[in-house]
């Protein structure tokens, strides 16, 4: 069995920390209708790509909705923040993988599609926030479609891409980070079954979930 060590580790938030990606699939569908629109059935499939800003933006044109882009954000934002703060739990599995990067004195952060404030209350409320230097957000550095939350996450930890886990859920997310040149970790999310086969075929590892004795014993 190959052993990694790795100088960092970088982890989504929605879907791979934790449950929540069922936030940000109905919340776009409740904006539509508050506005008078009708949504389309896979609306949430077609916005999981983009970050907020671009969602906003999707809804607007798509659906002319008699809003601007600041009254669509404020009420996505509080929508979310009541979950976050109040309702989404913590996936299977992610405590004693920090535990075991802690260990290994590992560095780690979140980088998310979601809002930092929201990452950090939800995870101070589920008790994990102290294994995080920080997070960040794809409202400050751009969409996973592109490198750039990632490529500034491993800059803050002072770790190089080809040292850095990347835990992810989302298959464009985890194509753009193994494109970057970061060790990538796959895992399974029920929101996104469909994608599972292609997201193993292009991930150096794939775990049902996070504390996969396999994978726990591989670090160090």
């Excluded at 490529?151 to 989302?170: I, K, N, W, Y």
């Amino acid at each position: 069995m190959a052993h990694f060590l790795p100088q960092a580790a970088i982890f989504d938030l929605d879907g791979t920390l934790t449950d929540s990606m069922y936030v940000w699939d109905h919340i776009p569908e409740e904006l539509v209708r508050r506005f008078g629109g009708h949504p389309a059935p896979d609306l949430s499939h077609t916005l999981r790509a983009m970050s907020s800003p671009q969602a906003i933006d999707y809804l607007i044109r798509t659906y002319h909705l008699p809003a601007s882009s600041q009254q669509l954000m404020e009420a996505m934002e509080d929508l979310a923040d009541r979950e976050y703060r109040d309702q989404v739990p913590l996936k299977q599995g992610v405590r004693p993988l920090l535990e075991r990067l802690h260990q290994l004195g590992v560095p780690c952060a979140v980088a998310t599609a979601s809002q930092v404030h929201q990452a950090r209350q939800a995870l101070e409320r589920l008790g994990v926030w102290p294994f995080f230097s920080f997070a960040l957000s794809a409202t400050q550095y751009g969409p996973k479609t592109r490198p750039d939350l990632y490529l500034e996450a491993a800059r803050q930890l002072g770790a190089a891409p080809q040292h850095t886990l990347v835990f992810e859920d989302a298959l464009h997310a985890a194509q753009t980070a193994v494109q970057a040149g970061f060790q990538v970790v796959g895992v399974y999310d029920a929101f996104s079954a469909e994608d599972q086969p292609a997201l193993k075929a292009i991930c150096r590892w794939h775990l049902k979930q996070l504390d996969d004795p396999s994978f726990l014993a591989q670090l160090g």
